[in-house]
């Protein structure tokens, strides 16, 4: 089946760093990475990092200097590089991309994963 899978997140303290990676499973014929989204309780969910076709990356401002998205299209992954991290940074994350696959094709979303700034 086809599936964005998420990895890399967990509890981390606050200034230090994080690599979330975004995986597409199965047989999959072209990847399009689109960028990451988080929530927090109680928050609408905000885009936080947007990539473009051609590379271009662009950033909510509460994160530009300190996060760096990338995508390695051979892989089929997009990576969130997340560095000096705040406890305001706490929430779930979710990857967005969009998938060709033989008897697919779409928008499609991760599952999310947590991270947690905390002392």
């Known amino acids: 089946q086809v599936q964005l899978v998420e990895s890399g997140g967990g509890l981390v303290q606050p200034g230090g760093s994080l690599r979330l990676s975004c995986a597409a499973s199965g047989n999959i014929f072209t990847f399009y990475a689109k960028g990451w989204y988080r929530q927090a309780p109680g928050k609408q969910r905000e885009l936080v990092a947007a990539i473009t076709n051609g590379g271009s990356a662009s950033y909510a401002d509460s994160v530009k200097g300190r996060f760096t998205v990338s995508r390695d299209n051979a892989k089929n992954t997009m990576y969130l590089q997340m560095n000096s991290l705040k406890p305001e940074d706490t929430a779930v994350y979710y990857c967005?991309?969009?998938?060709?696959?033989?008897?697919?094709?779409?928008?499609?979303w991760g599952q999310g994963t947590q991270v947690t700034v905390s002392s």
């Open positions: 967005n991309a969009g998938l060709v696959a033989a008897t697919a094709v779409g928008d499609y």
